[in-house]
């Protein structure tokens, strides 16, 4: 029996200490050293002994890394994976090497690294991604390496690092990022006083550069001239007046969003009726008209300079216009509420209050609760389409003078008056009052074309 159980034990431990074909598995300093660099490996090999700490896979021709790839290595503390052809990491591949120290996934294509895998890896005191192809890393993709001594992420695709990044990074002596494309914009100028202030080594600060804008191209970060960014300010302004006018079918209703910062900020529209939700921006045929009927793709004209028109007015257009502006170093929005009172009939009714309301336009904070500008306003307003400028969907502008007594707005707006006597246009003049409880009387009209009111 004691023969049997000893060869037992040993087909155990060899079991234990099988290496598969072809690397080579050596004990040594009480560690086990797993070597299956240069052995032309497409795929991690399976077999490996558990109680590998040091597993070598570097110049094979792996081209991806899946979760179950080191379910059996799970005590390795160094992991060399340089000089293959991986592209793609599944999440959760490197999570469970819990006690790594030691990474190295450089010179390979990777685009995509799952960097929530950095979380569990605490340990961590080298790693190397440098050579590959990444573009982003996120803000608090280092926040759990309290011990990573070296960094190393220069020749990839990066354009920007997150201001902060590094700050957690408390026992960083070593950090590589050079000939990375960085853009040297508002989100690059704390890069250039970070590396003035740190005390961490920072190699071949040359050739730190900038690839944007092409004015600075070849110029290293830390000798950009210094900029001063500001975020966005958003002010809505509109024409009609829609603090004293009431809205009609058929009128056209410019509205304009004011923006500032720094740099310039991009301006786009949202539009939520209750059929639909528009995103408008830019050239309006490449924006409204990918949203729109195409019988209909100038329901909404939107211009660069941040106008919005809405040449014919209707119960369809009815709903809340949002001005939304946007640059690298935040955005700001404001919104107004448009309801439409239908077709008008009869003039308004001498006596009676225009001002139902307001909607105060002006700057409004990001995120703030029922930061909303109401336009649902009760007054009386009359289209006058005989007057010159009153092209529908026409940029705002100079309007020539009108007849006496019209009032004036900025051409492509339409014209909107409250009712009052026209000098010197027949029919125009005021109509006596009513008798009490009687009807009022429809306004009289001549001429071919002007109708007032």
Not at 227 to 256: A, I
Request: one cysteine or more; a positive charge; charged letters at 15%.
């Amino acid at each position: 029996m004691a023969p049997l159980l000893s060869l037992w034990l040993v087909a155990l431990l060899g079991l234990a200490r099988a290496c598969p074909e072809p690397c080579a598995c050596v004990d040594k300093y009480a560690h086990q050293f797993a070597d299956c660099a240069y052995k032309d490996l497409q795929v991690v090999p399976t077999g490996l002994p558990s109680n590998v700490t040091t597993l070598s896979l570097s110049a094979n021709k792996i081209t991806s890394l899946q979760r179950r790839s080191f379910v059996e290595v799970t005590q390795v503390t160094s992991l060399w994976l340089a000089h293959n052809e991986i592209r793609s990491i599944e999440p959760g591949t490197f999570a469970i090497l819990v006690q790594l120290k030691n990474l190295d996934i450089s010179h390979n294509q990777i685009v995509d690294f799952p960097w929530q895998d950095l979380y569990n890896l605490s340990a961590l005191q080298l790693l190397k991604m440098n050579n590959n192809h990444m573009a982003l890393v996120p803000q608090g993709a280092f926040h759990t390496l309290k011990d990573l001594r070296s960094l190393r992420i220069n020749n990839n695709k990066f354009t920007a690092l997150a201001e902060g990044i590094f700050d957690s990074l408390s026992s960083l002596s070593h950090l590589q990022i050079y000939n990375n494309p960085f853009e040297c914009s508002c989100k690059l100028q704390w890069l250039k006083k970070w590396m003035d202030s740190t005390l961490i080594s920072i190699p071949e600060k040359d050739s730190i550069t900038c690839a944007l804008p092409e004015q600075l191209r070849g110029v290293p970060v830390g000798k950009i001239p210094d900029v001063q960014c500001t975020s966005p300010t958003v002010q809505l302004t509109y024409y009609p007046n829609l603090d004293t006018t009431e809205l009609f079918d058929g009128f056209t209703l410019t509205l304009h969003c004011a923006v500032t910062g720094t740099p310039p900020p991009e301006v786009s529209w949202k539009i939520r009726t209750s059929s639909q939700t528009l995103e408008l921006n830019g050239n309006p045929k490449e924006s409204a008209g990918k949203d729109l009927p195409k019988q209909d793709p100038e329901r909404f004209l939107v211009f660069k300079n941040g106008t919005l028109v809405i040449p014919h007015l209707s119960k369809r257009e009815e709903g809340t216009y949002t001005c939304l502006a946007t640059n690298e170093m935040g955005s700001n929005q404001t919104s107004v509420n448009v309801a439409v009172a239908g077709t008008q009939k009869y003039p308004l009714q001498p006596g009676r209050d225009p001002l139902g309301g307001k909607a105060q336009p002006g700057d409004k904070k990001p995120g703030a609760k029922g930061a909303k500008n109401s336009v649902l306003i009760p007054a009386a307003a009359r289209w006058v389409p005989g007057l010159p400028g009153a092209l529908p969907g026409a940029l705002p502008g100079a309007l020539p003078p009108g007849p006496r007594g019209a009032v004036q707005q900025p051409a492509g707006v339409g014209h909107l008056r409250a009712p009052r006597p026209l000098p010197g246009v027949p029919g125009a003049a005021r109509p006596p009052p009513p008798a009490p409880g009687a009807p009022s009387p429809p306004l009289a009209r001549r001429g071919p074309s002007m109708c007032v009111g």
